[in-house]
């Protein structure tokens, strides 16, 4: 103390007491000094600090050297760490330090030199820096430590860093803290620790958590799902990867098919054969490798609630069927599985399947499909007759219509006007519609030439300009004048455009044209 306040040079005194070897002097006159230098001088200060805690690192270092320590020993090895760290919490040179990285990595490599690791974690909790506790920990094999102050600091990120190791080592506790942590943490990120587990320890526990993330915390992304696939294939039995791939999950089939087919787990491709609506794939697989007649059928059934194409649906039938003769060569089981179900009756017939079995068979075994099957042949063989006889019936009314039409006639008078332009009918040539109007062949062109394509358009007016050349044929019967009125006919005559079809289209066109010299005309027509 009384050195601290004296006039004495700094370096002579510190000097003096390293002289004498005396710790505990230079400790005391080193604190008394820090405690007189005011803040402006972080130098100065960050120096002294830096000394004061070598001092103290430097004697529980001596003191941890000795193979067996004494009760006093012990107790001052404790008073010592109690001291460093009472030093390292006081307000002055917590904040002198807290400020200040360089000096804290100073400090960190200090303790370091002198593998003072109880301190040094006591140093990075008071610094709050987590990762170097963490560091520690994990340096020390303490796995449930670094955890410990991995949950107590809530950093999520380092979750995303240590969470490999951790789970290495403690998988159980640290599924426990991802799943109390599981809103704050993103399942992406932590998929890299989970990929690389090797126990079945390890995987157990990793099941589980991803099963939480899907089941409890509604996680979708497809990555997760297909992590707890390739999982479940490579420790799960089958009947737990059915039952995944059946509910409500989000896999990437295709990566589901090839995974489940690289470690054989057959009645799982099957499934997803039928997910992606490859049936026959899924009926052969079924056959070939499980011996599995009735996967084989439910797979079929699938296929016929799905499908339209019956000649698809039919093949499907076909190769189990063909797999039921190979198998045993039993006629009864083979006719016992065309009679199974009115899905398959509809589908397989007697003689769809004989082709299968061998040239010699006793056609007893055969007699009942077979009659079963020319009775329905007989039966449909008569409808087809009833048809036939229906569609006969039918072409003579039609021909009959078609001739009464043909000497059907009509009445036009002298006073009769045309339905569009109103002027006398009989002044040129005209149509006579089944409905009762008569509109001059003219006014119907450039009628329904508005609700023609340009280019059907153009086919009209070039048939007309071809009727007005040929008109000397018409007296003569020119074939070629009667085929071009009939092709005219067949496109402005083929219904009545004042009630047919063209009126109900007409229904949206404007009353007053969007022409200004059109509209003036038919205002002043109207006044």
Known sequence: TCYASSNRSFEEVTLKFITQATDEGLMNFLQKKLESLPNSSPTQICMLVVWIIEIFVSEINLLEKQSKLTTAEKALLQSRRDSLKTFLGSDTVFKNIKRNSSMIKVIQDLMASYGDSIDMVYFAELMDDTENVILHHINDQNYSAALRALRSKRQFDLFYKYTPILIRHIPERTVTALQEFTKYLEPLKLLPAFVSSKSSEEAKHVLEYLKFLILNANCKDEAVHNLLLSLLVREGDESSILELLQGDTNFDLKYALRICTQHKKWQACCYIYTKLHLYEEGVKLALSKLNDIELATQTAIKAQDDLDDNDAIKKLWLLIARHVVKKGDDIKRVMEFIDQGDKIQNILKIEDVLPFFKDFYCIDDFKDAICTSLETYNENINMINCDMKEATDSAQRIHADIKKLKS???????????????????????????CGHMIHTTCLISQIKQYLKPRRQEEV??????????????????????????????????????????????IDLPFVTEDPQEFEKLRITWS
Do not use: H, W
């Not at 006639?409 to 006579?432: D, H, M, P, Q, W």
């Not at 007309?464 to 005219?488: H, I, N």
């Open 461 to 506: 007016d070039q048939l007309f300009r071809l009727m007005v050349k040929l008109k000397d044929e018409q007296a003569t019967g020119g074939d070629r004048y009667r085929q071009t009125k009939t092709r005219l006919n067949d496109i402005v005559a083929e219904e009545c455009i004042l009630c047919g079809k063209y009126m109900i289209q007409s």
């Open 408 to 434: 059907k006639n009509c009445v036009a008078e002298t006073s009769k006007l045309c339905g569009i332009c109103k002027v006398t009918l009989l002044s040129r040539s005209f149509y006579v519609f089944p």
